[in-house]
């Protein structure tokens, strides 16, 4: 059974840092790609960051570039994404994903976690 669990969210003020954790089983990890995506109530699902677990490709979203890092520890099938200088704007249900193909977009993913919530206040 595939299995994506998050962890690491809370209540943060504004400046402050979280690091997520996403704990995967159930699938060869090093042979795929995982993103991190948000979402906010009332807004559409958006990519964060990905990394390509084959080339260790990265990528991140304009918005969270030079405060956000994404690293795997393929030793413990776990991904994190650093926070740093978080912001009231990145609120938001958190979620890793895996898929075949790193990339920004949801639609490309196969495996998904049930999220952890991420709360910056201002």
């Known amino acids: 059974e595939v299995q994506l669990v998050e962890s690491g969210g809370g209540l943060v003020q504004a400046g402050g840092s979280l690091r997520l954790s996403c704990a995967a089983s159930?699938?060869?990890?090093?042979?795929?790609?995982i993103g991190w995506f948000r979402q906010a109530p009332g807004k559409e699902r958006e990519g964060v960051s990905y990394?390509?677990?084959?080339?260790?490709?990265?990528g991140y979203a304009d918005s969270v570039k030079g405060r956000f890092t994404i690293s795997t520890d393929n030793a413990k099938n776990t991904a994190y994404l650093q926070m740093n200088s978080l912001k009231p704007e990145d609120t938001g249900l958190y979620y890793c994903?895996?898929?075949?193909?790193?990339?920004?977009?949801?639609?490309?993913?196969?495996?998904w976690g049930q999220g952890t919530q991420v709360t910056v206040s201002s």
């Open positions: 994903a895996a898929g075949a193909i790193a990339t920004l977009h949801p639609a490309l993913y196969r495996y």
């Open positions: 159930g699938f060869t990890f090093d042979d795929y790609a």
């Open positions: 990394i390509h677990n084959l080339n260790r490709r990265t």
